[in-house]
């Protein structure tokens, strides 16, 4: 085989990689046909870009009345753009991967952040009426508010939370905090410790072992 069909293989064989490779990482949230025919418009792009390039070359080089080697010009072309598509398949695989962790982070904060009002609100409400708890829970939402605050931008960034999502997440969390509050064989007691522990910071997100190493990831993440 000639060096120029070594060539035509070789980058036949990228374009393959790299169309998989954006299929199974980028676009793998999409719909099956929607995304195989961006990864197949994205990894074979560079043949696209090789043509236009040599044509054009072609072109002016009639024009010029100058001998032009065509193919020589497209597999030129068509290296140059595959080793571009294949530096940023991998950079946008990478920022896909930052994306997900810090959604997955922020999710968990989130859900930890409104169990403190919500399990306050249903002490109050189906138990006893307890407003050293509500004051302690509102307390702690004043701490938390430059990181839940962050938070909420880390998810914006991230992609945002649909009404669904958000939704889903409401009820899940208001069934758990009811399910954990009904447990307690003295569910009054229970709430009233919840206060202290409130007061006291035990639950705040940066101390709890849960939820700290998540925060400090979110705080220290510089949202781009």
């Given at each position: 085989?000639?060096?120029?069909?070594?060539?035509?293989?070789?980058?036949?064989?990228?374009?393959?990689?790299?169309?998989?490779?954006?299929?199974?990482?980028?676009?793998?949230?999409?719909?099956?046909?929607?995304?195989?025919?961006?990864?197949?418009?994205?990894?074979?792009?560079?043949?696209?870009?090789?043509?236009?390039?040599?044509?054009?070359?072609?072109?002016?080089?009639?024009?010029?009345?100058?001998?032009?080697?065509?193919?020589?010009?497209?597999?030129?072309?068509?290296?140059?753009?595959?080793v571009?598509?294949?530096?940023?398949?991998?950079?946008?695989?990478?920022?896909d991967?930052?994306?997900?962790?810090?959604?997955?982070?922020?999710?968990?904060?989130?859900?930890?952040?409104?169990?403190?009002?919500?399990?306050?609100?249903?002490?109050?409400?189906?138990?006893?009426?307890?407003?050293?708890l509500?004051?302690?829970?509102?307390?702690?939402?004043?701490?938390?508010?430059?990181?839940?605050?962050?938070?909420?931008?880390?998810?914006?960034?991230?992609?945002?939370?649909?009404?669904?999502?958000?939704?889903?997440?409401?009820?899940?969390?208001?069934?758990?905090?009811?399910?954990?509050?009904?447990?307690?064989?003295?569910?009054a007691?229970?709430?009233?410790?919840?206060g202290?522990?409130?007061?006291q910071?035990?639950?705040?997100?940066?101390?709890?072992?849960?939820?700290?190493p998540?925060?400090?990831?979110?705080?220290?993440?510089?949202?781009?």
């Amino acid at each position: 085989m000639s060096k120029r069909g070594i060539a035509v293989v070789v980058l036949l064989i990228v374009s393959v990689v790299v169309m998989i490779y954006k299929a199974e990482t980028s676009y793998q949230h999409l719909a099956a046909a929607t995304k195989w025919a961006r990864s197949f418009g994205y990894g074979f792009s560079p043949w696209v870009i090789g043509l236009t390039v040599a044509a054009i070359k072609e072109g002016w080089s009639r024009m010029r009345k100058r001998t032009h080697n065509f193919t020589r010009s497209l597999l030129w072309a068509t290296g140059v753009f595959a080793v571009l598509m294949v530096v940023g398949a991998v950079a946008a695989s990478v920022k896909d991967q930052d994306r997900e962790a810090l959604r997955d982070d922020a999710m968990l904060l989130m859900g930890a952040g409104a169990a403190v009002p919500g399990v306050a609100a249903y002490c109050n409400k189906y138990v006893e009426p307890n407003q050293e708890l509500l004051s302690a829970a509102k307390a702690w939402n004043r701490r938390h508010k430059a990181q839940l605050q962050q938070v909420i931008r880390a998810i914006k960034w991230a992609g945002g939370l649909s009404k669904d999502e958000k939704d889903i997440i409401d009820r899940m969390a208001f069934a758990l905090l009811k399910k954990e509050v009904e447990a307690q064989p003295d569910k009054a007691g229970y709430c009233r410790e919840m206060g202290q522990a409130l007061d006291q910071g035990i639950l705040d997100l940066s101390r709890r072992e849960d939820t700290a190493p998540a925060l400090q990831r979110i705080m220290d993440f510089k949202l781009r």
